[in-house]
């Protein structure tokens, strides 16, 4: 039997995924590694895009950053362009009825590298100077777009959509994890913050297990069992994230679901 590929992608988007794996004949687990939630006080974000018209240019960092703004917008403004980072926001934006017939939108251009650095050498950032760009992102993330925006003298806004958590370890979450590093599997990891995330649960889980006294060997029982595992990742970071976290097998696919799919079908 095939090895079963596991799904740490937030359930909106690992739904869609995980039919076109079983498709291929996988068996497939549904992890969700990070929790999206609504915002308490969205207050800022309605601010925000109530003012649309007024920016040259809005970045989504994720496809659930476009499906919490777009609860709050009926029509895109003409003129204002977009920018994203990988095919799943532009799938995502086309859901809303968005797509590049009637809006300028950019992404970057080796769609491999779905990442800040990269959006920023594709935009036109000369273009963007003295002007001002909004990005909308989770309630965390990192700072290079902006930092690098505002370096090209753009006036930069950025505005939380949603909030994104690390599931607590509840005792199924427990029983779920020593159920799957039994065996080997295929790991979806699309969040460098997930795949931190994770190793937060199994140290959690070598601190609290029950049993006999544990000996040195045993303080990282879990998270050694966890680096045996295969990873799958869509970007050089995450795998940068992942080498520096103890793991040593890793299949780098590149940005989209395509390039995973393909990674499956070469390592069944």
Known sequence: MPDTVVITRPLAQARPLAERVRALGRPVELLPLLEIAALE????????????????????VSPNAIDAAFAHITQWPAGVKLAVLGEGSRTALAAHGVTPAEVDIVSPADASKSDSEHLLQ???LAALRGR?????????????????????????DVVPAYRRSVPPLTAPLRATLRRLLAQ?????????????????????????????????ALQ??????MQQQHLIVPHARIAETANNLGFTRLTLTGSGDERLLAALQSHP
């Open 132 to 156: 001002r760009v909004l990005i909308v992102r989770g309630d965390s993330g990192r700072e290079l777009m902006a930092d690098g925006l505002r370096a090209a003298g753009a006036v930069v």
């Open 220 to 225: 990282q029982k879990y998270v050694v069992m």
């Open 184 to 216: 080997a599997n295929d790991w979806v990891i699309t969040s460098s913050e997930a795949l931190r995330g994770l190793l937060a649960l199994l140290q959690e889980m070598d601190e609290t297990d029950d049993g006999a006294e544990k000996t040195d």
């Open 122 to 124: 594709t935009l036109d």
């Open 41 to 60: 006080n969205s207050g800022a974000l309605r601010a925000a895009l109530a003012g649309l018209a007024d920016y040259a240019m809005v970045a989504f």
